[in-house]
């Protein structure tokens, strides 16, 4: 706190009678007061409870005289010396009233400011020293003139606008004509000031000074003031308008009803109890339903809930709680005829369809179970949701799931938050106004999960069939019954769906297309659908058979049809181009052609074999992917060294061991292969698998390390054209691994001739492989590592002339 306190002492305008002289240092017992400051010419009721200060009080003989200081902390109940001000205000006491609970009321007049001296006792209770402090009149100036009239004014108008504050005191402060007096009038009336600033201006003996702070305080308070009663005329006005609003639509409601209307509120309240009472409902829904809309039509319009009762009332009504299919029962024949119609070959998953809805025939209410196709994009796993549908006669919706990462995208938000909304099956429910569609859930393998919840958890309810009978949408919070929906899933793989899930879902498994599936297909369904998006008239081109197998194998490298559309629709664009510039005659697809269209060749696995695999070191394995099956070359060389062996290719842990198995079976046979046992000594060896961008794992490619190191070894080149997979032992066994339709395919389309599979492996050829896929190319069997080489490595000169004729023919062919 500033201290104004100056050592040039003039006469006081003012003197109480009695008071000491500013020298006299005579002790005078010292009051501690809590959140008050007593200002000079001030009557102040003091309430004393403390035991010194109750001694103080008690002791007071004659002279009544005391010195008011004011504590720094009001928390301190036993001050000491330091805990006070430094400047007070010497008081006489008056009057000492004694209350039912032993403290005292004393009626105290602050005289003038003291600044405290030397303390000369503190027990029982405190006294000191004091000097007086002389206040500094202001010079008589029109400035001081206008600021103390100013001061005046502005107290006026707080007094009458406090309803706080006696209008007595603008009498008393119009008639102070001393500017200290004044001030210090001022100072104690007003209730806002705290202790701080009370106290700072009885630290001000400066009475300009003094009028200048308090007028500060003044100002800011009214401006307060102010704000203050604006911000409460507007909160009447609003209430008022508000009421007047009511009464008026009170008074509004009574004249329809003397005139026999009906008001747009009460019509829409009338018209949502009809659709709830035509719904269907289970009775507890509609008692809830009729309990909201009942709460409803007693509400204003204008209430902040309004809003959110009608949207929840308007969505229990609009629902599909009983409305099913008008349909009659499956023809199976007929949905034969659907299938064949909207998809070639799948002969197989066509079958477990098939069965399904014979079943769903015999029993409409059966329950379950939940079909989930996975297999590589593009080979028509959401197509043939769409197509079950046509069969039955339902309506389709489909939900997409990738990248969903909030559990309110399936159960819906709770109705306390802002913009809540059910989740997506009731949404996609209320959208085909029936209780039984055919769902797709598309990409449920690329569900997330986050701090928001976990979808693939939010789903188990969903997709049991013993329990999505009574599915609870957070917002609705009421059971809605699932059974009747037929939920088909959709993945590219299953590892990344969590196992409960995966629980309860039916796999059938998609797989890719040959290269004739891929031309029947683009000729039945994608050349049509991409003339007609492009308008092209279909006398206009001309697509040979043989140009677009030219096009599915050279521009496109995957297991479904997807690519291959995209490129039929850039060769259509194209012709339209031509079409809109003036041209009349029919375009027919060549290959030169379609180099002009598309570029250059894209893809060239055939001739790709033929050539890697000319040097010795070279074999062809085949791997499975989410995208189907793919070709993968593994590559062995060798240099001078001391028996090292290098693996690279970003490979997995398990790809790793199998190339040490590899190399370990290789070392252990090193005389019947016709090596030297020793023959690591001085040679390093190297294995690598090219792309080294992606990852690569798993045990199916340790046959073909195995023969890419013995081929090396021998430098014996591996017949063209030969591809292989199978997990290799230390002991040489040839062992079955998974995959083997895709990985097939996957050969086939590279144009491999030869395929090494293990002899366990039979059975998965002749159940998922037909003979149409198999045509073409010659399967051998294999139960040891060393039948895999017989096959895989020529044995005589003559074999090895054939071989190097056959990859001449096969890179010529491509170029």
Request: charged share 30%; glycine share 6%; with cysteine.
């Amino acid at each position: 706190m500033a201290n104004d306190f100056v050592s040039v002492i003039k006469p006081t305008a003012h003197k109480p009678e009695g008071s000491e002289g500013a020298n006299d240092r005579r002790p005078v017992p010292v009051l501690p007061v809590r959140d008050t400051v007593l200002f000079p010419h001030a009557v102040l009721p003091l309430t004393v409870g403390r035991e010194s200060s109750i001694q103080l009080i008690q002791s007071l003989g004659e002279e009544k005289s005391i010195l008011v200081v004011a504590q720094r902390d009001a928390r301190q109940d036993t001050p000491q010396t330091s805990d006070l001000y430094a400047v007070g205000t010497r008081a006489t006491v008056h009057k000492v009233v004694k209350m039912p609970n032993q403290s005292l009321f004393v009626f105290t007049e602050g005289n003038e400011r003291i600044h405290l001296g030397e303390f000369t006792q503190t027990t029982p209770f405190m006294t000191a020293e004091y000097e007086l402090i002389p206040e500094i009149e202001p010079e008589k100036t029109p400035e001081s003139e206008a600021l103390q009239r100013n001061v005046v004014s502005q107290f006026q108008q707080i007094v009458t606008s406090s309803p706080t504050l006696s209008d007595d005191l603008q009498t008393i402060a119009i008639n102070i004509e001393e500017p200290g007096r004044l001030a210090d009038f001022i100072a104690s009336s007003l209730p806002f000031l705290t202790t701080t600033d009370k106290q700072e201006l009885l630290e001000t003996p400066d009475v300009s000074r003094r009028l200048e702070r308090i007028n500060k305080h003044l100002a800011k308070e009214l401006e307060v003031q102010q704000l203050r009663n604006k911000i409460q005329t507007e909160v009447q006005d609003s209430v008022q308008q508000s009421q007047r609003d009511y009464y008026l639509r009170e008074q509004l409601k009574a004249i329809q009803k003397e005139l026999g209307d009906v008001d747009e509120s009460q019509k829409d309240i009338t018209e949502l109890k009809e659709k709830i009472e035509a719904a269907g409902m289970p009775e507890e829904t509609k008692k809830d339903a009729l309990k909201e809309l009942s709460r409803l039509s007693r509400m204003s319009p204008m209430a902040a809930d309004y809003s959110l009762t009608r949207n929840y009332v308007e969505w229990l009504a609009v629902l599909p709680w009983s409305k099913g299919s008008a349909t009659a029962e499956v023809d199976i024949k007929k949905a034969k005829e659907f299938l064949d119609e909207d998809h070639y070959g799948l002969k197989k998953v066509k079958d477990r369809i098939l069965d399904y809805l014979s079943v769903r025939r015999l029993k409409p209410d059966m329950k379950g179970p939940i079909l989930c196709f996975v297999g590589p994009p593009g080979v028509g796993k959401t197509s043939l949701g769409r197509s079950i549908a046509r069969a039955l006669g339902r309506k389709f919706s489909r939900i997409s799931l990738g990248g969903m990462h909030d559990e309110a995208e399936i159960r819906g938000h709770r109705r306390t938050y802002i913009g809540a909304l059910p989740g997506q099956i009731i949404q996609h429910l209320k959208r085909v106004e029936v209780n039984d569609p055919v769902f797709m859930l598309d990409e449920i393998d690329k569900l997330g999960r986050d701090f928001r919840g976990d979808p693939a958890s939010a789903l188990l309810e969903t997709l049991d069939p013993e329990q999505n009978n009574t599915f609870r949408d957070n917002y609705l919070d009421q059971p809605f019954d699932l059974s009747k929906v037929l939920f088909i899933c959709t993945a590219n793989q299953l590892d990344t769906i969590p196992g409960p899930l995966l629980d309860r879902m039916e796999i059938i498994e998609l797989t890719g297309y040959t290269e004739e599936e891929k031309v029947n297909i683009a000729e039945k369904y994608l050349i049509p659908r991409q003339l007609k998006e492009n308008g092209v008239d279909p006398e206009m081109i001309e697509f040979p058979t043989a140009s677009v197998g030219y096009v599915a194998r050279h521009y496109t490298r995957e297991a479904g049809v997807r690519k291959l559309e995209q490129r039929i629709g850039t060769v259509a664009r194209k012709v339209a181009r031509r079409i809109a510039e003036g041209a009349t005659e029919k375009t027919v697809i060549t290959q030169e052609v379609i180099h002009e269209f598309l570029g250059g060749i894209k893809v060239r696995v055939d001739t790709e074999i033929a050539e890697r695999t000319k040097r010795p070191g070279v074999a062809v394995g085949l791997a499975w992917t989410p995208a189907g099956g793919d070709v993968l070359f593994i590559e062995a060389n060798k240099m001078k060294g001391k028996g090292g062996f290098t693996i690279t290719g970003q490979i997995g842990d398990v790809m790793k061991e199998s190339m040490q198995a590899a190399l370990t079976w290789v070392r252990s046979n090193a005389p019947t292969l016709g090596l030297e046992e020793d023959f690591t000594k001085d040679v390093d060896i190297h294995i690598h698998v090219p792309a080294g961008a992606i990852p690569k794992d798993g045990p199916s490619a340790g046959i073909t390390m195995a023969t890419a190191l013995v081929s090396l070894l021998t430098d014996t080149p591996v017949h063209p054209l030969t591809a292989m997979t199978g997990e290799i032992t230390l002991s040489g066994n040839v062992l079955p691994v998974g995959g083997i339709k895709e990985k097939f395919l996957a050969a086939k389309r590279a144009g491999v001739r030869d395929v090494i599979l293990p002899l366990e492996c039979k059975t998965q050829v002749d159940e998922d492989l037909t003979a149409d896929q198999v045509a073409g190319v010659k399967i051998h069997y294999a139960t040891r590592i060393e039948e895999v080489l017989a096959v895989a490595l020529p044995k005589t000169v003559q074999e090895v002339v054939e071989d190097e004729a056959v990859r001449e023919e096969v890179i010529h062919a491509g170029v």
